[in-house]
Structure formats: structure tokens, C-alpha cells
């Protein structure tokens, strides 16, 4: 029963840190299956992060944070999108330098509006995104094992997290069960057959980039403000790039990437779990280890554990017609 | 209603300093085939991608069913019913044949009844035509030919009325071409209207009804298929006078330089796709392997090269074995005396992204005349280049240009100068002709008839059947991994094709 009352308080912080690398790899998603890879998921993040720190930190008010993050995240996805559709750059590079931007501007902005080192103000009551319980949690706690799976699991998080949960069937069937999903898909393939079928190349991956600054949008604002009452410099601290990574892992398929996330969050959860207390039969861990585990797992797994992951063949290319 | 499906009046077209299309006219009768044929280079499929909507004319007219129309993207052709399969389909590999006939028409938002009636539709396509094809299966499984059928029922699913065909037979066997010449009769007696782009002559007298001759970038006659000839459209294409037929001299055989015994080998899949195949080739004497593509002459070609390793048999380079089940070396062979012209000159020939006199060097980089030291010998690398530009006659003559910007025959030119010029005992040509002009065919042929007459052995691996029979002193025929037969190139053409088939005589059984 103490096992089992520990793992239900390991499961319920793997959600909670699921979340922002559901959305991000959902994000990466979108973009990547229309062909324009972007590793600047991160950078996205961080600068939505801030942006909705910042405005709900003035304003106290949480939707207005949310929609701050959304609409700098997705001009950031824009930029990206300029540079590599529309003038055809090197999509790295691009992502490259929207994650040093990110990174620079919300602690120079930080520092230079609210002058408490490059964190924003903490979020009261109306700022913060506040937890829901779902109905008769209360009621159904007592109940032996269903109880706290329920009560303590299931219900008591974020309506972000509810919201995460849902895109994974959602984009699962936007991408294979509309027409903007199979041309996406299309796209991400082979540019050349969804030109010749007279469809705009460019408007349908400007579209698909979009998508992706929505969603790093909403997993910035997560951090900030579900997670966290307030911006902190740096505090996407990697989740971008463990969400590519676990968008690679789930071979850009939607409900793998759910499962992978969830991977990823387990390993973090069990790591800050662990911090301190020994393992049977193994003993004490020194903490830099369990903290280093998801990365080290990251590697392992990216390195041949599973299989030939084949990305979208256009990836990465500019689409230029050929003479 | 008028009898002209498509006529193009002064049509212009420039991609910078490149005049592609020079005030083009041209015009098709409805419910014919009409062809058009030029050497690569000659602007065809820059004509063809300006009436599908893909570039836009500088200047000109398009006029589909007699009533001017612009033609502003492919939408717009699609809309005045022109459908276009092109050179390389434009599939996406990993969908359906469903999932590609439907994109782009899906009729609404949400597809699940989409599906349903697009399945109808393909079905009804499939009979009308029969184009059969398995709507579920997935596109990069499916053979070549079949992927070229998916290409020409996405055009019909559109409602196509007019259809243009870029080089439809440069990636189909002989048998799929003969298929997909059914199929377009077929459609011409339903009433379709088809352009057919090609460069091969043969093409155009089997089957077009009319046919019109580009030469860079001007449209330069029209003839009724039927009152013209193969000589007259060569003529026509090249601007010369052409010789079709080579001329060559008896073979002196002299001592066997390349001999192949029992060699077996597999792909990368493990599977053998040569199979206990033995033959010599001696001094002065062109031996040829004619075979459907895929029946194990390219791994064959590979294995004799040093690229592939072979699983059993021994290879003899003048009179020496080659180690070929162990680490072969292209290198050590070509050191030896072996020079090889890949089937692919893309993948395997050329660096594309490399200045001309790059490519000229390449294998041979570290010769003491391309070397000084641990540094390249620019100076002498590209007058070297330079030399063999002029003897080889390749086009523009400019060694620092970037190989892609060559046409098909100036970049085969490029490799056969590289690997010929070596001055070779064993020359392994695969292919040499394959998506080369006319002119440039007549050129590297005679080269090849040249290094035959001074003493070299040549290996030739030609899909192309005439070539085969015009340059061998031998033929050997491969099927499924075996030589089922060795013929005279003399021998009749029915007698070499059913071979290619796997017919085996008894005569051959028994020897």
C-alpha cells in the first residue's frame, strides 16, 4: 500500500511534467510531418513562457498571459516560417537562432521591466492557471485502489493538462482524417506532388507552422503559469529538445508521441522522486545521476533502440520547382 | 467546338540568360497522339510545365478547345482540363494509391466520405480504361509501371481531357512500355487527347499520330507521323545529317582479359541476383548483356567493378584473380587496368554539385599529375579537363561549370572522357546512353566501337536492346541472375526477346 500510494504520487508528477512535452512535441509535429524541421521548439517555449509571465504578472490575468504567449510564440513560428519557406534558409540554422534569441531577450527584457533578475512578478490567485477536480473526486477517494487513481490521478489538474490529453486523438485525426491532414502529410513527402495537384505549397506549410507556435504557445504559458507561479530565466531548461527527441522516438506519429512524453515525464518524475532517498539493493545515488537519467535515456534510445526512425522525406529541404 | 484541343501561339519563355521557348506555335488535333520530340535541352518540358501552369510564358498565347485561356498555376490547367504525368511522378511514396488519386480533389473538409465516393470513382476509372491498380496499396511497393498508371488516373480523377506525358518510357522496361502504349491508344479511342514527350525516335513512329520536332527552344517543323521517317526526325532533331546504324569492322578477338567464373552474388537484401554466371571478354571484342532491368545485371556490373562483394566465384583481370569475396578495392582495379562507367552516372558517375574538372578527376585524384604533395594541381587539373572537353566535344566548354548545369549527354561524356582516356585494358559500361540526345548517342558509340579496335576488352550492360545488338561482337542474355544465352547480335529480334523473357530452347537446355 506505501508502494503503491508512492507510485500513484510518481505518476501524478509524470502528468504534470508530461504536459509541456506533449504540446511541444505536437508541436514539432505539426511542422516536421509538413516538412520544415524546427528545433526551435524550445526557443518557442521559453519566449511564451516569459511573454505570459510577463502579462499576467501585470495584468493578473491568466487568459490574457495565455493568449500573449500564443501570439508570441507563434510570431517566432512565423519568423521560422519566413526563413525557411519563403526564402528557402537552412531550417537548422533558423531554429538555431530563435532558441538563442529566446533565450537572450526574455532575460534582458526580464531584467529591464520588472528588475527582479530576469524573473517576472509572481502570479496571484487571478494570474495562475488553478486546478480542477473532476466531479465526486472527494466522494470516490475512500474507494481502495480506484479511489486515488481517480481522486488523486486522474482527477485535480490543470484544464491545459485535460487540454494536452485531447490534441493527442484530435491531431491524430485532424492529420488522417481531413483534407488539411493529408495534404500535410503530403506535403512533408513530397512538395512537388501537392504543387503539381494545385495546392500552395507555401500557404499549407506557412499553416502548418502556425499549428506549432500555437501549441509551443500553450506549453510556455503551462510553464509559467500552471506549473509555476511566474517566469524564471531558462525554465524550459531542455524540454524543448526532449520533446523533439520523443517526437523522433514516436516516429511523428500522435499517440506514440503521447507515450513517449510520458516516458520522458516518468523518467523526470522517478528522478526528482529519487533525489535523496536510496534505492533498494542499490543504495544511495548521488542526485546528478537520477537528474542526468532522461538525457543518458534520451541518447540510448535515440541511438538504435528503436529501429529505423524515418523522417518525412521533405524535411528539411526548401521547396524549389524544378526546371 | 472546335477540331484544335490545344494550340500555343509565339510562346516565349527565358530563365535568365537560357532562351528555353523561342515564340513557339503549335497545335494539336483533339483525339490524337501527338508527339514531340527534341534532344534534352530542346525545351520540351519547359513548353509542357508552362501549359500545366507551372512557369509562366514571358510572352504567347495558350488556346485550349479554341478559346484563349491563361494558365496562371496547375490548378488553372487542371480547371481547363489538361492533366500531366511527369517525368518523376509526383507521388507521395508512402501514401495509398487512394490516398494520391484523392489529393487535392477531396471534395470536402473532413474525408471519411470522400473516401468512399473517390474508391467508386477510381473503380469506375479502372474498368473504363483498364488501368488496374489496387487502390489500398502503398505507392513505393508498387513496380514502376504501376506507380505510372496511379500518375495517369490521378489526371482522369481531375477529368482530364488533354493528357501531356514527360518521357513516360525513360523508366519502364520494354514489356511496361508496350503496356503503357495499349493504355494511351485506348484513351485516344475514348475520345483523350495526348501530347507525348519523348527523345526516342522509336517511340514516336510506333505510336503518334502527329509529331513536332524542337530544336533549342524553336519548334523547327510538324509532319504527319506516317509520311516521315526515323532519318528525317533525327535529321530534323539534330540539325544534321545522323548515322543511326554504327559502322564497325570484324572483331579480332585476342587473349581473354576479363574472365568471370561461377559468380554468385546477392544484394543488399540478400538476395542472389547473380547467380553462377560465368563468360570471358578478350582483347578487341565488345561483349554484351542485353536482359530486362533487374534480372542481376546491375549487381553483375557492381561485382566486376570492386563495388559489390561477390558470395562465390573468382574474377580474372588480365589473367590475375580479383579477391572478390573479400574487401574489393575500385581503386586497386582501376589501378590494374579496369575502367568503369556506372549504369547511374548520377548516384555513382558524377558529383553533380562539382565543377566539371572535379568530376574529371575524380578516382584518379591522387595521379602524380593532379597532385602536388598533399595539395591539389588546379592549374593542371583543369587544363587537363579542358583537353579532354575538346576532344570528347562536351559542351559549354567550361571546366569550372557546375556538372548539374550539363545536359544528360554532355555529363556522360564527362565520365566516359574520365574513365576512356585512362588508356584501360577492361572497359565495364553500363547503360552509356541512357538519358543522352541523339547526337551525343552517334558520338559515344564510336568511341566505344574506338576502344574496341585498339585492343581493349569491353563489358557492355545495355537495357536497350538495339544498342546491344548494334555495338556487341557477342550477346549474352541474363535472366533471373543467369546468362540463359549467348547470341550472335545478328540474331533475329524475337529469337533475343523471348530469351529476355526466360524462354530457354531445347537446344539450350540440352548443351
New interface residues.
Partial sequence: MEYFEALIVILQSTVRVSVPLILAALAGLYSERAGIFDIGLEGKMLAAAFAAGAVAGITQNALLGLTAAMAVSVALALVHGFASITQRGNQIVSGVAINFIAAGATVILGQAWFHQGGQTPRLGEGGRFVTHELPFAAEIAGIPVLGPIYSNLLSGHFLLTYLAFALVPATWWVLY????G??L??VG??P????????SVTWLRYRAVICCGLLCGIAGAYLSMAMTGGFVKGMTAGKGFIALAALIFAKWKPVNVMFACLLFGFLDAMSIRLQGNPLPLIGQVPAQFMQALPYILTVILLAGFIGKAIPP?AGGVPYV?E? | MSDIAIELKGIDKS?GAVHANKNINLSVRKGTIHGIIGENGAGK??LMSIL?G??QADGGDVFVDGTRTVIR???A??AAGIG?V?Q?F??????TVL??V?????E?????A?ITKARAELRRLEEEYELEVDADAIIEELPVGNQQRVEIL?ALYRGADILILDEPTGVLTPAEADHLFRILRQLKDQGKTIILITHKLREIMAITDEVSVMRRGEMVATRTTADTSVEELAELMVGRRVLLRVDKDEARPGDVLLAVEKLTVRDSRGVAMVKDVSFDVRAGEIVGIAGVAGNGQSELLEAVSGIRRAEKGRILLNGEPIDVAGRTDPAELRARGMAHVPEDRHHMGLVLAFEESENSILGYHTDPRYVSGAFLNIDGIRRDAAEKMESYDIRPRDVRLRTANFSGGNQQKIVLAREMERDPSVLVIGQPTRGVDVGAIEFIHKRIIEMRDAGKAVLLVSVELDEIRSLSDRVLVMFDGRIVGERSPDANEGELGLLMAGVTDSREAAA
Fill in positions: 482524417r481531413t483534407r488539411f493529408l495534404r502529410r503530403a513527402e513530397n512537388g506532388a501537392v504543387d503539381t495537384a494545385g495546392i522525406r520547382k526546371r | 530563365f518540358s519547359t500545366y507551372f512557369y498555376d496547375p490548378n490547367a487542371i500531366m511527369h518523376h509526383m507521388l507521395v511514396e508512402n501514401f490516398e494520391n484523392m489529393l487535392g480533389a477531396e470536402s473538409q473532413v474525408l471519411t470522400g490521378k
